[in-house]
């Protein structure tokens, strides 16, 4: 996607491949600045602190992760080693475990010598995939959109089609393109009339720093909502549709994604909008059925919710980054960093293989021979 009229991707191979260059994602929207990883304790790091996060990138940083790890050490304890070291830095995106496990697959039974250069052609397999499932994520969600649009009564054609999203499933947390944004990326490119509500996401605030920014750089419109306003544009008819991306999507349909999307799918069926949410292949789990039971969801730091990130916008340090507090000395804060949206809320899911229900049957439609 596009940076100042340049190209880019979110990760990429440095020096042959003994390094990782990504995007420092905690220093957006203020500065553009990139980050080397070398080995695999920088990799784990960059993934705990969200330097790099959203499930496809962090299934690629794992994957490459791995990659850094066996290039310092090619034995099976040190492959076992990194294994867990990278699946525990963050538990609920589902993608990392799905890379980890391809790679591991990959390069376990081949002799040490020749382990770092397969993770490395299997990591690079997987982030090209995650480049054309993306793209063509994009392409069903758009006629999704163009359906909806036309749909729409006589006075309101030629009027924007308000899609309202939450946290940040766009290309910072792919490769490229997204999911969730991939759609309004091509309907945008193809013309349509198209303006974006941008859920803030508190307490990261990945909304407002991460998808404001994305949508500005390719000139999409689009406004920052602070997350309780959903619910009020819904009731008013601003809003024509819902699109989230997901961090684990169950067998049976039901969708974890960033804590507060539950309450947007809820506002969404109350108010009769669609509620779709977009993911790739890497994003289901065919091992669990019940999401709210059965979803490990991340408990982050209470300071993300007690205390803010943001740039100083006047006096003598005007333009530096600050964190201030928001509560009372001794409020406890608590963080859950994900909710699960039970199948029955979403209207459909839309993957790189087409548009389907939320339901096993749905799911089975598109990856049966999967
Ligand atoms: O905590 P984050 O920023 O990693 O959470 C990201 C999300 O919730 C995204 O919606 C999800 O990973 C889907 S990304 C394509």
Redesign the pocket.
């Known amino acids: 996607m596009n940076i100042d009229g340049k190209a880019r991707r979110t990760i990429w191979l440095e020096e042959g491949g003994r390094s990782i260059g990504v995007i420092d994602q905690t220093q957006l929207p203020y500065h553009f600045t990139t980050r080397s990883i070398t080995g695999l304790d920088g990799a784990a790091e960059a993934i705990s602190t969200?330097v790099v996060?959203?499930?496809?990138l962090?299934g690629v940083t794992g994957a490459y992760g791995l990659m850094l790890a066996l290039q310092g050490d090619p034995s099976d304890g040190s492959l076992a080693a990194a294994f867990e070291q990278l699946n525990a830095t963050?538990p609920t995106?589902v993608n990392l475990r799905w890379a980890l496990e391809r790679v591991r697959a990959k390069v376990a039974g081949l002799p040490p010598a020749e382990r770092a250069e397969a993770a490395k052609a299997e990591a690079g397999a997987i982030a090209e995939e995650d480049v054309a499932m993306c793209a063509s994520i994009g392409e069903h969600g758009l006629q999704v959109f163009q359906q909806l649009a036309a749909a729409r009564p006589a006075e309101r054609q030629g009027q924007p089609l308000n899609v309202l999203t939450h946290?940040?499933?766009g290309w910072l947390?792919?490769v490229d393109w997204?999911?969730?944004l991939a759609p309004i990326y091509k309907a945008h490119r193809a013309g349509l009339n198209i303006h974006v509500w941008v859920d803030e996401t508190r307490p990261?605030n990945?909304g407002a720093s991460l998808t404001a920014f994305e949508l500005g750089r390719e000139g999409v419109p689009h406004t920052v909502i602070v997350d309780n306003a959903g619910g009020h544009l819904m009731q008013h008819g601003q809003v024509d549709a819902v699109i989230?991306?997901?961090?684990r999507t169950t067998r049976t349909g039901d969708v974890c994604?960033?804590i507060g999307t539950y309450l947007k799918a809820l506002a969404a069926h109350d108010n009769g909008v669609p509620f779709y949410v977009a993911l790739p292949a890497s994003t289901i789990d065919w091992t669990i059925g019940d999401g709210v039971a059965e979803i490990p969801i991340e408990a982050r730091s209470s300071q993300e919710v007690t205390h803010i990130q943001g740039r100083i916008s006047s006096g003598s340090a005007a333009g530096q980054l600050a964190t201030v507090q928001l509560t009372p000395d001794g409020s406890a804060g608590f963080n859950p960093?994900?909710d699960v949206t039970p199948a029955r809320l979403v209207s459909a899911l839309i993957t790189e293989r087409g548009v389907a229900a939320a339901s096993e049957e749905g799911l089975k439609g598109l990856y049966g021979d999967a």
């Not at 989230?244 to 961090?247: E, F, R």
């Open positions: 969200m996060r959203g499930a496809p962090i963050r995106a946290c940040n499933a947390a792919t997204g999911t969730a990261r990945q989230v991306g997901t961090d994604n960033k960093a994900f």
